[in-house]
């Protein structure tokens, strides 16, 4: 089993900066997709940015120029830092882990944490 746990989350002003981390327990074998989610209030879950093993990331439309995915393998921990955020960037933030190959491949999800843009 994998275990993502998120942090970081909180009450920021618009155009303000955050950094929310997101570490995986469990053992994590070869290729794992890293990415965050976010759901609105009254809206569906969607991907923010994604990040492959080796480094390859895709990010939604509306975050591209603003907010920067990375990880560290050794420590299995995904990072989405988050700047000039817009109040239509509040939402719980969800973390999934999504390993590959390996005895524990599959699709894990964090208890998710809110990121509420206001002034």
């Known amino acids: 089993q994998v275990q993502p746990e998120e942090s970081g989350g909180g009450l920021v002003q618009p155009g303000g900066s955050l950094r929310l981390s997101c570490a995986a327990s469990?053992?994590?074998?070869?290729?794992?997709?890293m990415g965050w989610y976010r759901q609105a209030p009254g809206k569906q879950r969607e991907l923010v940015a994604g990040?492959?093993?080796?480094?390859?990331?895709n990010y939604a439309d509306s975050v591209k120029g603003r907010f920067t995915i990375s990880r560290d393998n050794a420590k299995n921990t995904v990072y989405l830092q988050m700047n000039s955020l817009l109040p239509e960037d509040t939402a719980v933030y969800y973390c999934n882990v999504k390993p590959l190959i390996g005895p524990t491949a599959g699709d894990y999800w964090g208890q998710g944490t809110q990121v509420t843009v206001s002034s």
């Open positions: 990040i492959l093993s080796g480094g390859r990331t």
């Open positions: 469990g053992s994590i074998f070869g290729i794992a997709l």
